[in-house]
Nanobody, 122 residues
Framework: QVQLVESGGGLAQAGGSLRLSCAAS????????MGWYRQAPGNQRELVAV???????NYADSVKGRFTISRDNAKNTVYLEMNNLKPEDTAVYYC????????????????WGQGTQVTVSS
């Protein structure tokens, strides 16, 4: 079993910064992609940013130029640096690990973190 543990959420003022971390632990051989999603009250969960094992990164248009995703493959950890925060960034942020293999021949699985609240005040 694999667990994703998030940290770094909290309260920030508009224009401020926060950094989220998510560490995957358990029986892990490799992880294809790691990313961040968010869900605001009344809204569907949406992709914020994702980084593939080869290093390619994708961002939601709403966060391009403000958020940076990075990954430490040796630690199975993904980070989200959030700058110039806006009130509309307020949401619960969820870490996702997709294409998780516990061995070279295992069937890949996906996992979610428990979520961390990010609140941006105007």
């Amino acid at each position: 079993q694999v667990q994703l543990v998030e940290s770094g959420g909290g309260l920030a003022q508009a224009g401020g910064s926060l950094r989220l971390s998510c560490a995957a632990s358990g029986s892990i051989f490799s992880i294809n992609s790691m990313g961040w999603y968010r869900q605001a009250p009344g809204n569907q969960r949406e992709l914020v940013a994702v980084v593939i094992s080869g290093g390619n990164r994708n961002y939601a248009d709403s966060v391009k130029g403000r958020f940076t995703i990075s990954r430490d493959n040796a630690k199975n950890t993904v980070y989200l640096e959030m700058n110039n925060l806006k009130p509309e960034d307020t949401a619960v942020y969820y870490c996702n690990a997709d294409g998780v293999y516990y061995s070279r021949s295992s069937y890949p699985k996906a996992y979610w973190g428990q979520g961390t609240q990010v609140t941006v005040s105007s």
